[in-house]
């Protein structure tokens, strides 16, 4: 395994459309984005290529989490690519991959450029509580 890649896939219920949206609309985000349950997400999103964003996770304990970064590639309902930056790593880069399944969605995410094999586990662990969310969230939102 790469040390300084970390890539999950997920089939979501949803469709493209519904899970780019998800990932786009800071409204959207702020429902699923947070790691564990308990836990609440505020997010801020210039969603465009060049654009930043910032998500405050807070935990239950009321710990903040913030991650930021920029938007350098979207394909509308196909493909977003922005960098990572959180207390933990810097100047990481995240893709999210979509692709049509009939009814559902396949997620690839690929989570680049750590600095070590650590760093990617934990982050890959903290991704999986977000995927859980989001999954979650597209269930509740459109009753698939």
């Known amino acids: 395994m790469n040390p300084t890649a970390a890539v999950?896939?997920?089939v979501l219920r949803g469709?493209?459309?519904q899970v780019f949206a998800a990932w786009s609309d800071p409204h959207l985000m702020a429902q699923?984005?947070?790691?564990e349950p308990g836990w609440c997400a505020q997010v801020e999103n210039e969603f465009r290529v060049g654009g930043s964003y910032t998500i405050e996770m807070r935990t239950g304990n009321d710990?903040?989490?913030?991650?930021?970064?920029?938007?350098r590639e979207i394909v509308r309902d196909s493909k977003i690519v922005f960098?990572?930056?959180s207390p933990l790593v810097q100047n990481t880069l995240?893709?999210?991959?979509?692709?049509?399944?009939g009814a559902q969605t396949e997620l690839t995410l690929t989570h680049e450029l750590f600095p070590d094999a650590a760093a990617r586990e934990r982050d890959a662990g903290g991704w999986q509580g977000c995927l859980d969310n989001l999954a979650r969230f597209l269930e509740i939102r459109y009753g698939v």
């Open 83 to 85: 960098t990572w930056n």
């Open 63 to 71: 710990a903040l989490f913030v991650i930021f970064g920029e938007y």
């Open 15 to 17: 469709s493209r459309d």
């Open 32 to 35: 699923w984005f947070f790691v």
């Open 8 to 10: 999950m896939r997920r």
């Open 94 to 101: 995240v893709t999210i991959e979509l692709r049509a399944l």
